[in-house]
């Protein structure tokens, strides 16, 4: 079974703090994504990493993934109120076209 | 493009009531996903359909739930009787089979 494992699973830090979130599995993922769900919405798509060592950034943003496929990483420069929300990372599922395995979630708080 | 639109995005009804939930996924998407979310445990795939047909309903907790997908542009997802261990927001998302799924705002489901 396809697991998706996510540290911390909350943090709450004040603004203009560095964070970083880890999405780990012992199974190799042919791509892995970032969502953010803010509180009453749902998950709004981040970025999609598809190549091992792959380094994607966006504006504050940084995500990584392994060189192995099976891990990644968001790291967050500078932490702003606006960052506050649930991210969950999510990988397809390799005995299920279409579905995605979804890790339990981040949840961040920053303070102003 | 309106993005996923789910409706009601709030329901509240008694023990025992019938519940209908609906769904017009982004057109052209050809994947249609029924989430379960709550903080216990976490974001719960249902069901799912591609191109109209159900693929996977594993996720569906027991027969009082049900789903259909009548056309391309509409879903339902219907709790019959409902139950308060019902309560929960149900999320709609699809996508175009690359993994990539776009979520609904959520109907927040409470159940008394």
């Known amino acids: 079974t396809q697991l998706l494992e996510q540290s911390p699973q909350f943090l709450s830090i004040q603004e203009g703090e560095n964070l970083t979130v880890y999405c780990n599995s012992s199974?190799?993922?042919?791509?892995l994504q970032w969502y953010r769900q803010e509180p009453g919405e749902g998950p709004v798509l981040l970025v999609t990493?598809?190549?091992?060592?792959e380094v994607k950034k966006l504006k504050r943003l940084t995500f990584q993934f392994g060189d192995a496929r099976k891990d990644s990483s968001l790291h967050i420069t500078a932490a702003q109120p606006g960052d506050t929300g649930l991210y969950l990372c999510?990988?397809?599922?390799?005995?299920?076209?279409?579905?995605?395995?979804f890790g339990q979630g981040t949840t961040l708080q920053v303070k102003p | 493009d309106a993005g996923v639109i789910q409706s009601p995005r709030h329901e509240v009804t008694e023990m025992g009531q019938e519940v209908t939930l609906r769904c017009k996924p982004i057109s052209g998407h050809d994947y249609l996903f029924w989430y379960r979310q709550t903080m216990m445990r976490g974001l719960e795939l249902l069901i799912y359909f591609n191109n109209n047909v159900p693929i996977d309903d594993s996720g569906m907790p027991e027969d009082r739930f049900s789903a259909k997908m009548p056309n391309a542009s509409f879903s339902t997802l219907k709790i019959q009787p409902s139950e308060p261990r019902d309560s929960a927001v149900y999320f709609c998302?699809?996508?175009?089979?690359?993994?990539?799924?776009?979520f609904g705002p959520g109907t927040r489901l409470t159940v008394t």
């Open positions: 999510a990988g397809p599922s390799s005995s299920n076209t279409g579905k995605l395995i």
């Open positions: 990493v598809v190549t091992g060592g």
């Open positions: 199974s190799v993922f042919s791509s």
């Open positions: 998302a699809s996508s175009s089979g690359l993994f990539e799924q776009y």
